[in-house]
């Protein structure tokens, strides 16, 4: 199977623009999870979609959004860019049947987006 | 937010010299799982515990976890170049660990 694809790998945008990240998953995973990775803040969790809805979502401000289409890609929005915003975006896919309540889900992460804002 | 904690934060060791990094939960982790990220690559599920006091070895490699369910250690014997990387652990939801960066001194 083709593993998770993210586009673009890098951008560069100015403060004040807005931003659209997409990841497509591996076939057959439903869920579709963000992650910013900062290098003094390790992984930090944006939100997880699941079959189109936002199912977690960590403690990001409103300024990051994200959807899922029917076919399980993924997009993630990011408004009115902040020189902090700078970071490697990573999504990460996993598999259907392990979606229980209190376990965790094996990750399979996409290659990242390089985001950088000036 | 939630977060696992792992130590130590960075750890410089010369090849050939064994490593060992920890994940301390302060809740019962139903499962626990690590990962591998490469410098300029991205995060590589390596193995997945699941039972009290499991023990698993991918070769050099030995995963832990702890009897209580809220720990796990992983441990590198005779650290090679190819080990060079930032390992996570992941044992809530969507939170991993912060990660401990390996650097293998020639």
């Known amino acids: 199977k083709a593993g998770v694809t993210q586009t673009p790998r890098y951008l560069i945008k100015t403060r004040g623009q807005q931003v659209t990240l997409s990841c497509s998953p591996i076939?057959?995973?439903?869920?579709v999870s963000w992650y910013q990775q900062t290098p003094g803040q390790g992984l930090q969790f944006l939100f997880e979609y699941f079959s189109e809805t936002q199912r977690n979502k960590g403690n990001f401000p409103g300024r990051f959004s994200g959807r899922q289409f029917s076919n399980s890609r993924s997009e993630m929005n990011v408004s009115t860019l902040e020189l902090g915003d700078s970071a490697l975006y990573l999504c990460a896919s996993s598999s259907p049947g392990q979606e229980t309540l209190f376990s965790t889900d094996t990750q399979y992460f996409g290659p990242g987006t390089r985001l950088t804002v000036l | 937010g939630q977060q696992v904690m792992q130590i130590p934060q960075y750890q410089h060791v010369q090849e050939g010299e064994d490593f060992t990094t920890y994940c301390n939960s302060s809740t019962t982790l139903s499962n626990i799982q690590w990962y591998k990220q490469r410098p300029g690559g991205h995060p590589v599920f390596l193995i997945q515990?699941?039972?009290?006091?499991e023990v698993k070895k991918q070769k050099r490699l030995t995963f832990q976890f702890g009897e209580a369910k809220k720990n796990s250690s992983l441990h590198i014997t005779a650290t090679q170049t190819t080990d060079v990387g930032t390992y996570f652990c992941?044992?809530?939801?969507?939170?991993f660990g912060t990660g401990t960066s390996l650097t293998v001194i020639p």
């Open positions: 515990l699941v039972k009290s006091g």
């Open positions: 076939s057959g995973h439903r869920s």
């Open positions: 992941h044992g809530n939801q969507f939170y």
